[in-house]
């Protein structure tokens, strides 16, 4: 029984260590996205279903091939070729990719805003 105890603590560590996110990195995403939360953000991509079209670091089963890979997002200069690559600006794509590029292949997906702040908060930590 203690040997059963012991090897699911520490299953549980090894789980707890596989956030990638630093607290440093929480904290500057929330700043940049005025309360975002990354680590929500990263469940919520799955959440929208983000990770069936594209391809994100850390966000387990997001293999997409129809959008494209979101790695280094953070350090792109334009979203969508339209808008600069701002914290707001990723926030209103999110939201409503179709207001800002009509003929998208992004649809609307209903999120909210918050889901929005924290999916940016969360791309923003892709670097």
């Not at 789980?15 to 990263?42: P, Q």
């Not at 997409?64 to 794509?93: C, F, H, K, V």
């Amino acid at each position: 029984m203690r040997t059963k105890l012991f090897l699911i603590s520490v299953v549980i560590m090894l789980l707890a260590g596989c956030d990638r996110l630093t607290h440093t990195e929480v904290r500057r995403a929330a700043t940049l996205t005025g309360g975002g939360n990354a680590r929500i953000g990263r469940t919520d991509i799955r959440k929208y279903g983000c990770n069936t079209c594209h391809e994100i670091s850390g966000v387990p089963g997001a293999r997409g091939l129809i959008g494209p890979p979101l790695d280094g997002i953070g350090q792109r200069y334009y979203i969508a070729g339209e808008l600069s690559n701002t914290p707001d600006n990723l926030m209103r794509w999110i939201q409503h990719p179709r207001q800002v590029e009509a003929h998208t292949a992004m649809p609307e997906m209903g999120v909210t805003e918050q889901d929005s702040r924290d999916i940016a908060a969360y791309l923003c930590t892709l670097r």
